[in-house]
Nanobody
Framework: QVQLVESGGGLVQAGGSLRLSCAASGSIFSIAFMGWYRQVPGKQRELVAAISNGRYTNYADSVKGRFTISRDNVENTVFLLMNNLKPEDTAVYYC?????????WGPGTQVTVSS
């Protein structure tokens, strides 16, 4: 399995923006769907955005219209542009394959949105 490293998180005020990056150690071309997930303490990791190799995208209702996922199969990188951030977006964000079993999670990147 590829190793994934997320970056780009930080502290931002409500209404602000962040762009997360996920660098893979190997090719992601063969992974049909890549996704961004988030997790808060005491809750399960949830999928917030997914993108196929054909650039089909799918978003959780809570982020639809605010988040944009993209992928670069040449650079083996997945991005998540987050606009109009809300305090409830505060979480650790992870990337990984979507819609398939996966357990080699990276360290994640913390996103904190202040009100």
């Amino acid at each position: 399995q590829v190793q994934l490293v997320e970056s780009g998180g930080g502290l931002v005020q409500a209404g602000g923006s962040l762009r997360l990056s996920c660098a893979a150690s190997g090719s992601i071309f063969s992974i049909a769907f890549m996704g961004w997930y988030r997790q808060v303490p005491g809750k399960q990791r949830e999928l917030v955005a997914a993108i196929s190799n054909g650039r089909y995208t799918n978003y959780a209702d809570s982020v639809k219209g605010r988040f944009t996922i993209s992928r670069d199969n040449v650079e083996n990188t997945v991005f998540l542009l987050m606009n109009n951030l809300k305090p409830e977006d505060t979480a650790v964000y992870y990337c990984g394959p979507a819609y398939q079993p996966f357990n080699s999670w990276g360290p994640g990147t913390q996103v904190t949105v202040s009100s």
